[in-house]
Antibody, heavy 119, light 109 residues
Framework: QVQLQQSGPGLVKPSQTLSLTCAIS??????????WHWIRQSPSRGLEWLGR?????????DYADSVKSRMTINADTPKNQFSLQLNSVTPEDTAVYYC?????????WGQGTLVTVSS | EIVLTQSPGTLSLSPGERATLSCRAS???????LAWYQQKPGQAPRLLIYGASSRATGIPDRFSGSGSGTDFTLTISRLEPEDFALYYC??????????FGPGTRVDIK
């Protein structure tokens, strides 16, 4: 059974960088049968897919247009985890952030992290 | 971008009743790429249905999915107390790769 454990700060100041990590157990971040995603949820935007990383002989990343210029997903193979960095945050980025595993659908999810952007 | 619309916004039913939730896409969606999730307060979404009609592991058979093209349906044949929750449809496509509907809340009448 795959388990995803999220970590990271719950409060970020405006203009700073939001950083979250998702530690994987029961699978490998470099598996060639799935992708690793970040999704967020807020009352104003609902569930919003942010991006994914996956390994198919090399690493690939895809991002939603809404965050493409500000977001980076990195995989850490030795630690078997992946991370999200979102730069230049504003209060609009306040949301519950989830990591997840899947390809056409998202089968396994992290527990969620409420991130508040406020000074 | 494919937009998903869910109806109704809220469904008020009693335990034991049948729930029918609708998900409509702005463009045709491959059935292979349509999924349904259940979400309870304070929890992450849980995958119920994938490929429009296949139940995920451990999902009771009172949950069923159907549909094709632009119209998809999630049916809960007899509502149990634990089924009162939010339900989302999701499609897999391109740019953005995943989109979700706004959700249908099923609450106790």
């Amino acid at each position: 059974q795959v388990q995803l454990q999220q970590s990271g700060p719950g409060l970020v100041k405006p203009s700073q960088t939001l950083s979250l990590t998702c530690a994987i157990s029961g699978d490998s971040v470099s598996t060639n049968s799935a992708a690793w995603h970040w999704i967020r949820q807020s009352p104003s935007r609902g569930l919003e897919w942010l991006g994914r990383t996956y390994y198919r002989s090399k690493w690939y990343n895809d991002y939603a247009d809404s965050v493409k210029s500000r977001m980076t997903i990195n995989a850490d193979t030795p630690k078997n985890q992946f991370s999200l960095q979102l730069n230049s945050v504003t209060p609009e980025d306040t949301a519950v952030y989830y990591c997840a595993r899947g390809w056409y659908q998202l089968v396994f999810w992290g527990q969620g992290t409420l991130v508040t952007v406020s000074s | 971008e494919i937009v998903l619309t869910q109806s109704p916004g809220t469904l008020s039913l009693s335990p034991g009743e049948r729930a029918t939730l609708s998900c409509r896409a702005s463009q045709s969606v491959s059935s292979s790429y349509l999924a349904w999730y259940q979400q309870k307060p304070g929890q992450a979404p849980r995958l119920l249905i994938y490929g429009a009609s296949s139940r995920a592991t451990g999902i009771p058979d009172r949950f069923s999915g159907s549909g094709s093209g632009t119209d998809f349906t999630l049916t809960i044949s007899r509502l149990e107390p634990e089924d009162f929750a939010l339900y989302y449809c999701q499609q897999y496509g391109s740019s953005p790769i995943f989109t979700f509907g706004p959700g249908t809340r099923v609450d106790i009448k």
